[in-house]
């Protein structure tokens, strides 16, 4: 994942014109593809005769969500180094605690917030401490900043919605997300 956070960070420093829907258009054909070839003939078999017609909700939100942490991502990442965005996206545990207490119904127990705390103050410390070209974006786009603030939880939505979900076949999962 860090390797590709970087390349995707290399092709906006190297092309500053270029938009976050270029990149995930580029990046999606290019997926599609490469999943394409390797499910072939048993394609409908496999990503759609396999579902269970009651996870169709939550895979829909699965495809919603895996789209929108990408533009999330890459649209940060033009703004922002890999570093920041890294540590950003550390408090995506902390967001799935939240939501799986509200969404599956799980407890909390102290330790449990206790280590929320301790991790959301270091990353906040972070956050807070940036300085340089990085502090100004944070202070003068309002877009850029959210974008990479709203990640974490975009990606917590993912894997609380992939809890609801059954068992399903690995391409099935890799093909919609």
């Known amino acids: 994942m860090t390797l590709n956070l970087y390349c995707t ?25 490469i999943t394409c070839l390797m499910v072939n003939k048993n394609m409908k078999a496999v990503c759609w005769d396999s579902l269970d017609r009651e996870q169709l909700p939550a895979l829909a939100f699965k495809i919603t ?10 649209n940060s990442l033009k703004y922002f180094s890999v570093s920041t965005q890294s540590v950003v996206c550390s ?8 939501l799986a207490v509200f969404f599956l119904g799980e407890k909390l127990t102290t330790s449990n917030i206790l280590s929320v705390v301790f991790v959301l103050g270091a990353t906040l410390a972070v956050i807070l401490g940036a300085r340089g070209q990085e502090q100004d974006t944070m202070l003068t786009d309002f877009w850029a ?18 809890r609801r979900m059954k068992r399903m076949h690995a391409m099935v999962v890799s093909y919609y997300v």
């Open 145 to 162: 900043t959210f974008s990479l603030c709203i990640q974490p939880l975009a990606l917590a939505g993912g894997i609380v919605a992939m």
């Open 9 to 33: 960070k290399s092709i906006f420093a190297a092309n500053p014109s270029l938009e976050v829907f270029e990149v995930t258009a580029i990046k999606g054909t290019f997926s599609f593809v």
């Open 91 to 98: 408090l995506m545990p902390l967001c799935v605690v939240f």
């Open 65 to 74: 969500q895996g789209s929108l942490s990408v533009v999330l991502a890459y």
